[in-house]
């Protein structure tokens, strides 16, 4: 077979194509012709890599993906809600509010990385997440909880209006995992302060007049997004940050030094959830990638990066114990320092393949005020 007819062919191939993505209805603008990406695969008709990114659709990728996000978090904490007003009134047991409460910190773990838009202007890092607590906080502001009455404790409005320490998951945790304290009818009441901070965040995004179409309305205009890539950039950005969250601060404070460890500086170290937390948020950085930025991004960089995650989600699977243990042991403190370099390694390799895919490089990030 001659070279001229493979070129026709693919030139058919690429005619087809566009007129598939041209036949696509456009759910956003009827009417309007969408972009040269697959609805349904969210990958593009022509292969990435060209010099031409397509932001919008980057942008409309990245709102299907944060949209699942937040409203698992919204359910996951009216289920905790749930539970806890079961498990206090003694119709279920505790193991069941603890696998919920577990179930609610995995659904906010991958949040944990968007410090920017509503999180940011609701404050609610420090609400749902006190961590890291480095005074004790969150023990002082459950004192006071603890002091009001039953129906006080049991009332969402009243826990709001507490300090954050008494407010979120490490609350919850403590009340939980602590000898001799009682978590009820406490946990009801912080259960449905995170229910209703679960609801004002996705609405902060995805209500009418949200984020979302704040993004959607990217242009000289805009208060914060002069053009679509800039949107791009600040979500490139927050995944940069969460992956220095892992090596800097989930992994970093209970490491220490090989001298000096610090066990109880793990992120949920009572509850024993750190490993999990961290591959919970590993996995909501890696479904940005593949679902929202995968389509602008070249083959074998989409491939490299989906191993390095891989291999970094194996690593915290070989440590075979939670962090604040192993860290206490020699020879497990050397796999925790194995995995900070592997989260440092896949940050490293998105800089190399991902960012410049994208024609972005990382802003300022919430890490840059710690």
């Not at 020879?331 to 998105?350: A, D, N, P, T």
Request: aromatic fraction near 8%; include cysteine.
């Amino acid at each position: 077979m001659t070279v001229k007819p493979i070129l026709s062919a693919l030139v058919l191939c690429a005619v087809a194509g566009t007129t598939s993505a041209q036949s696509i209805a456009n759910k956003e603008a009827p009417g309007v012709a969408l972009e040269t990406h697959s609805e349904e695969t969210g990958l593009p008709y022509f292969a990435p890599g060209r010099g031409v990114v397509d932001h919008e659709a980057i942008r409309r990728r990245v709102l299907e993906v944060f949209d699942r996000q937040f409203g698992s978090f919204v359910s996951e904490t009216q289920a905790l809600t749930d539970a806890a007003l079961a498990y206090c009134e003694g119709t279920s047991d505790e193991a069941a509010f603890k696998a919920q409460f577990r179930d609610t910190w995995m659904a906010w773990a991958p949040l944990d990385s968007y410090q920017f838009g509503p999180i940011e202007s609701q404050g609610a890092a420090l609400t749902v997440n006190f961590w890291p607590d480095k005074k004790n906080f969150v023990g002082r502001a459950l004192r006071d909880l603890l002091n009001k009455t039953a129906d006080e404790q049991a009332d969402p409005a009243v826990v709001a209006g507490l300090s954050v320490g008494a407010q979120g998951l490490p609350a919850i945790e403590m009340l939980t995992y602590s000898d001799g304290v009682e978590p009820c009818p406490a946990v009801i009441g912080i259960s449905g302060n995170l229910h209703r901070i679960a609801v004002d965040l996705h609405d902060g995004w995805f209500a009418e007049g949200g984020w979302a179409d704040l993004a959607r309305a990217a242009g000289p205009d805009n208060p914060v997004y002069l053009d679509a890539s800039e949107f791009t950039k600040v979500v490139y950005t927050a995944l940069d940050f969460g992956l220095t969250r892992i090596a800097d601060t989930r992994l970093g404070r209970p490491l220490g030094t090989y001298e000096r460890p610090n066990p109880k500086h793990a992120e949920a170290w009572r509850s024993g959830l750190t490993n999990d937390i961290i591959v919970a948020q590993l996995k909501g950085i890696e479904e940005v990638v593949r679902f929202g930025f995968a389509g602008d991004i070249a083959e074998n960089n989409r491939s490299w990066i989906y191993t390095v995650f891989e291999q970094t989600e194996g690593r915290v699977d070989s440590i075979g114990m939670p962090v604040s243990e192993a860290v206490a042991d020699p020879m497990s403190y050397i796999r925790v320092e194995g995995l900070q370099s592997k989260v440092q390694y896949l940050q490293g390799e998105m800089d190399q393949e991902i960012g410049p895919n994208l024609g972005v490089e990382t802003g300022f990030s919430a890490a840059d005020g710690d």
